[in-house]
């Protein structure tokens, strides 16, 4: 069986490898301090099949492999029993960023509004001693931005000697490795330069957030909640500038599945005969109990963590937390205009229209063309289609895609390209049955909660203007090209196996 994201003939696929997110003895959870291990470890010792991300030996090195066991659950664990000892160097802050497609996923789970769903897996994670808890949508802001700049420039920059369109999104990792690893230049050329919205995110915590705490980068754990597998490779690629001394900006990606698993499997046991009575799912019971806490301010805040920490004693340090940011605290959940995923084609293609050909677009038309993941966007002025975008989800729309833009059949000018069929709703790390399938219909009922939040334009946050200022000199300064943008490597290959059947 041949890993789903791999096209090479010769792909040595294997069956299964030991789940990453696995939680060792040393390293105890929630769950086994509480004595309550039987459920969790059944979770625990569940396995990610190959076909579930990249990890195939044609787009992973063993190196990589080395390193990808290494970036796990148990370090999370590790990190949350040193502090509760004594020793305080030892001591580190405790940062999880959560993605926007991973709220639906809650709220789906335990019926909750999205708003209620991320009160509440804040709390949750405070509870086990995670010291903040932001949205990643503020990283994607600063994503969006930058592609929107890079876009306008390539289109006026395009000519037949200097093709610099169609332009590829960068935001999703598992396409961005597939570029890179198997079809290599001249493919990669069209990738956008843009940062991800994770790989923003890590300079944001490491780099801003830390200066802000007087913190040093390696004093920070700072772990993503992500819908995919993907993003755990991401990590381990994630370049900070050289300031930071090689300091990661992503310590660990934690899958939307496992976060979930946490949340209601520590008193599975404690409430399955309450739950019988009460005709309710032990999850819900444990959510309507569960601590709740808005999500932390974008990054704000003073060096009172790092005074906090050197005091060494973490009843008050925890309880400061809560009090020294309350007055930063922000209740409200946006997204940006995609229906499943950050929103880059939306916001690129209106920024275009009114750049270009001083049009405002209020509303950004989808088409579907060969099928529901592949639709087009056009912008027509004087009878003449001036703007063409498209949407391409899954392999199988990038392949017809690749195919028809080595042939020079390709007439789009950009394409917001996504792995996952379906958008980052359906990414592997949530929306799954227990055989691995996609779970349509909590797939839809996800959707249908992403749809209904609020949808916030990047240009219109007043914060990312102030950090463009205080934190990257300005918006077209070198050190923002330096922190919002990245380089690709490519890794030439002999006949690419484009022909392969699905």
């Known amino acids: 069986m041949k890993c789903e994201h791999c096209t090479r003939k010769e792909c040595s696929k294997k069956t299964k490898t030991d789940d990453q997110e696995n939680v060792s003895a040393d390293a105890p959870s ?34 990589e492999g080395v390193q990808l066991s290494q970036q796990n659950a148990k370090d999370f664990f590790r990190v949350l029993n040193l502090n509760k000892k004594c020793d305080t160097s030892k001591h580190k802050v405790l940062v999880v960023s959560v993605c926007p497609q991973s709220l639906p996923y809650f709220a789906a789970k335990f019926n909750l509004s999205v708003t209620d769903a991320s009160r509440r897996l804040c709390g949750f994670l405070k509870s086990l001693g995670v010291h903040y808890v932001f949205d990643t949508t503020i990283a994607a802001d600063f994503s969006i931005l930058e592609s929107q700049k890079e876009f306008v420039r390539r289109y006026r920059q395009h000519s037949e000697e200097e093709r610099t369109l169609p332009m590829l999104t960068s935001a999703c990792p598992g396409w961005v490795r597939y570029a890179e690893r198997v079809l290599g230049r001249p493919i990669t050329a069209h990738l956008c330069t843009a940062k991800s919205p994770q790989q923003v995110m890590g300079s944001l915590v490491k780099d801003y957030f830390a200066r802000q705490q007087n913190l040093s980068p390696e004093k920070i754990f700072h772990v993503i909640v992500a819908p995919c597998y993907d993003k755990k490779l991401e990590a381990l690629q994630e370049s900070l500038p050289p300031a930071l001394h090689g300091s990661r900006g992503a310590d660990c990606v934690l899958t939307s599945e496992i976060s979930q698993a946490w949340w209601c499997t520590p008193v599975i046991t404690a409430t399955r005969e309450a739950a019988a009575r009460e005709s309710l799912e032990p999850g819900r019971q444990r959510l309507q109990r569960d601590k709740i806490a808005p999500l932390d301010s974008s990054l704000g805040g003073g060096g009172e963590i790092a005074q906090i920490m050197e005091q060494g004693d973490l009843s008050v340090r925890d309880a400061a937390v809560d009090t020294l940011f309350g007055d930063l605290k922000e209740d409200k959940v946006t997204r940006h205009d995609g229906a499943s995923s950050d929103g880059h084609l939306a916001h690129i293609f209106r920024h275009a229209a009114k750049e270009l050909f001083n049009e405002d677009v209020e509303e950004v038309t989808y088409r579907a063309l060969r099928n529901k993941d592949f639709q087009e966007v056009t912008l027509e002025k004087n009878g003449e289609v001036v703007l063409r975008f498209a949407a391409a989800y899954g392999f199988r729309n990038i392949q017809n895609m690749i195919l028809k833009l080595k042939k020079g059949k390709f007439p789009f000018h950009f394409v917001e390209v996504l792995a996952c069929a379906g958008g980052c709703l359906n990414g592997r790390g949530q929306a799954q049955t227990p055989d691995g399938h996609a779970d349509k219909a909590l797939l839809r009922q996800m959707e249908g909660i992403y749809a209904d939040i609020p949808v916030r334009r990047p240009e219109s946050s007043a ?27 490519s890794q030439e290959r002999g006949t690419h196996s484009l022909d392969i059947k699905w």
């Open 30 to 63: 929630p769950a086994q301090e509480n004595g309550e291990k039987g459920e969790f470890h059944k979770l625990a010792d569940a396995k990610i099949f190959l076909s579930d991300c990249l990890a195939c030996d044609s787009c992973m090195t063993a190196e």
């Open 463 to 489: 914060h990312v203007q102030e950090l463009y200022q205080e934190w990257l000199e300005g918006i077209n300064s070198p050190k923002a090209r330096e922190v919002l943008h990245t380089t690709y490597q």
